[in-house]
């Protein structure tokens, strides 16, 4: 029980094109097929903290795709988002993963994630294109998805939260032609080692964020009790975030017992903490 | 450790910008057009970035040297600021930096040169007023010096105007360039300090309060001159013994004639700020202070702030003279 808890607060929700680059993340992490019938494909581990879908090729399926996830799976605000999926490229080694740190569009759109995970993984600038294209030799990755990806994902949460991985399928002396999906899960499953690293990291960002985010346990409790004002639903969530440092639920809730209404419960919030002085040596 | 290292393409050749570079030979460098491109952008977290904050290197365009909020002064008719850089190496829990921007990545402006001719416009303007320059007030004035090397440049211009005072406050024990020049009569080393324990809890990664004594101390020997701020000043169990030992042992370290000023600053926030700090660090014992809102600002309430204000200056008297202390209120 209390692992389940503790695991819910994950939470990290999966973008990938093609069925075989999802194959080993899927296995991995356990997900299964939700439901036949939704729009795009979606898969969910039984605690639901990892769900992924299936976005097919381009920026419109991309786009859809996060934003059908991020409906369909309730995310939160500090829910992180993962693309991966294999990349063209003219620099990169094949076969190896790169994090994205740059990504631009051919409208000349360029976006920048912001604070990547402390990895031993290569960056690189990514180009997404609409059409497929075949002289890559002077671009670093370039995709048909992670720019759309991105857009939509920075707009349900911070661009923490975002992560774009790509693994080199193809370039110069790797011919696209030679691709078949037994390659691609090849090239997925000789990485994974490296992709669950760098997720452990966005677990943990979203399960702190979380944890930090959270209404205090007590603010249901009260607010179920007596009736506040939205204005007084702030103040109150406020007051119980600084008052659970230093005092425990029951000492609140035998605070405020006597309290005929609300306002009488803010006012006794706010002398407790006229009254507080912090001890300094305990901190 | 900075990993990566964004350029706008404007000053990728400028001769700071490469000196900088050098100092990160391992970073990853990105060419950007505008360095609003990846700072305080909506949608960023400062607490995550502050985790693991990137260098952004930019052209400043305007704003070099602003008026300095009132409340700011000390003793100056005219008091004037400027920041070389947005944001700092130290993350101290009461900064109001991590409420202003959203992203804590380093901005650091090498055009050095427009804030000499910025300064020297506004010293020719107000040619018949005192005139006090306080150096980085969004960032901290020396935390940086060894990459950035902005005091360097900037004291040679003010030695050309020995009568107009420039102040740098910093938490840094940074000594350089000072140790290695003569000291300038219009220079205002500036420390802020409070007591260790309410530092340790407080000023995080920053040098610890008897290292910046000491620096305090070898400065004031070498012959710079001193101030003292009290700034903000934090309430506790305990505060007036912890207070009067932090004053005390100053007092008694360092020569109290190489003391410029010594200002006290209330702890205060505007409440929108506050609202924003809070949501980054709820768990922050600091706001579990008797802290209220009045007037759009959050502060400890009038009797807290004017009960430790004068607290600090009566026994800042035994030393020095009333027209040294001044209260800040910025
Ligand atoms: S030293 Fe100053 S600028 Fe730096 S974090 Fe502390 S308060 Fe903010």
């Given at each position: 029980?209390?692992?389940?808890n ?9 973008v ?16 299964v ?29 991309s ?152 209404k ?38 035998e ?29 | ?71 700011f ?12 850089m ?28 427009d804030f ?82 309410m ?41 007036k ?18 003391i ?66 001044f209260?800040?209120?910025?």
């Amino acid at each position: 029980m209390i692992k389940n808890n503790f695991l819910k607060k994950t939470s990290v929700r999966w973008v990938v094109a093609l069925k075989e680059e999802a194959e080993v993340i899927l296995d991995n992490y356990k997900m299964v097929l939700v439901n036949e019938k939704t729009l795009y494909p979606i898969y969910k581990n039984v605690e639901e903290t990892h769900w992924l879908t299936l976005s097919g090729i381009g920026r419109h399926n991309s786009a859809a795709s996060t934003s059908y996830l991020y409906t369909i799976s309730k995310a939160s605000k500090w829910t992180s988002w993962i693309n991966v999926g294999i990349a063209g490229s003219g620099k990169g080694d094949y076969g190896n993963i790169y994090l994205v740190d740059k990504i631009f569009n051919q409208n000349a759109n360029t976006t920048y994630p912001a604070t990547m995970p402390k990895s031993n993984l290569s960056k690189m600038t990514l180009l997404t294109t609409d059409i497929p294209i075949t002289d890559y030799s002077s671009k670093e990755l370039i995709d048909m998805e992670g720019s759309a990806f991105f857009d939509i994902a920075s707009k349900l949460t911070t661009k923490e939260f975002i992560c774009i991985m790509k693994i080199v399928s193809d370039g110069p002396s790797n011919d696209i032609k030679q691709l078949n999906k037994l390659k691609i899960i090849q090239l997925v499953k000789s990485n994974l080692s490296k992709i669950s690293e760098v997720i452990s990291y966005y677990e943990k960002l979203s399960e702190n964020e979380n944890q930090i985010r959270a209404k205090p346990y007590i603010f249901y409790k009260i607010s179920s009790n007596w009736h506040f004002s939205v204005t007084q639903r702030t103040q109150l969530e406020n007051l119980l975030r600084r008052l659970r440092v230093f005092c425990g639920n029951d000492d609140i809730m035998e605070l405020i017992k006597q309290c005929e209404n609300s306002s009488f419960v803010i006012n006794a919030l706010n002398n407790k903490i006229k009254g507080n002085k912090v001890n300094w040596s305990d901190v | 450790m900075i990993e990566t290292i964004y350029i706008e393409k404007k000053i990728k050749n400028h001769p700071r910008t490469k000196f900088i570079l050098k100092k990160f030979k391992k970073a990853r460098v990105l060419e950007i057009d505008k360095y609003a491109e990846i700072f305080n952008k909506r949608n960023q977290n400062f607490r995550i970035q502050k985790a693991n904050p990137d260098l952004i290197l930019a052209h400043k365009n305007d704003g070099f040297v602003l008026p300095a909020p009132e409340g700011f002064g000390i003793g100056s008719s005219e008091n004037f600021y400027f920041s070389h850089m947005y944001n700092c190496i130290y993350d101290c829990r009461y900064c109001f930096l991590q409420g202003m921007f959203s992203s804590a990545n380093y901005v650091i402006f090498v055009n050095f040169e427009d804030f000499d001719t910025s300064i020297k416009n506004v010293i020719n303007k107000n040619i018949n007023s005192k005139i006090t320059f306080f150096s980085g007030y969004d960032c901290d004035s020396l935390a940086l010096e060894n990459v950035t090397g902005f005091a360097k440049h900037i004291l040679p211009l003010f030695q050309q105007y020995p009568e107009v005072d420039i102040e740098f406050r910093t938490k840094s024990i940074q000594r350089e360039p000072f140790m290695s020049i003569e000291p300038m009569k219009n220079v205002i080393m500036a420390y802020s300090l409070m007591p260790d324990l309410m530092s340790s809890s407080l000023d995080n990664k920053v040098p610890s309060i008897s290292k910046r004594i000491q620096v305090i101390s070898d400065l004031a020997l070498r012959g710079w001159k001193i101030g003292l701020r009290f700034d903000p000043l934090i309430h506790g169990e305990d505060w007036k013994s912890l207070y009067e030992n932090l004053l005390e042992k100053v007092y008694n370290s360092i020569p109290l004639e190489s003391i410029h000023s010594v200002s006290v600053g209330p702890l205060r926030f505007p409440k929108k700020m506050f609202k924003d700090i809070l949501k980054l660090y709820p768990d922050e014992p600091l706001f579990t202070s008797p802290l209220a809102s009045s007037k759009g600002v959050v502060s400890y309430d009038e009797k807290i702030e004017e009960e430790m204000s004068s607290f600090c200056k009566n026994l800042t008297l035994k030393y020095l003279d009333n027209s040294q202390i001044f209260r800040c209120y910025a």
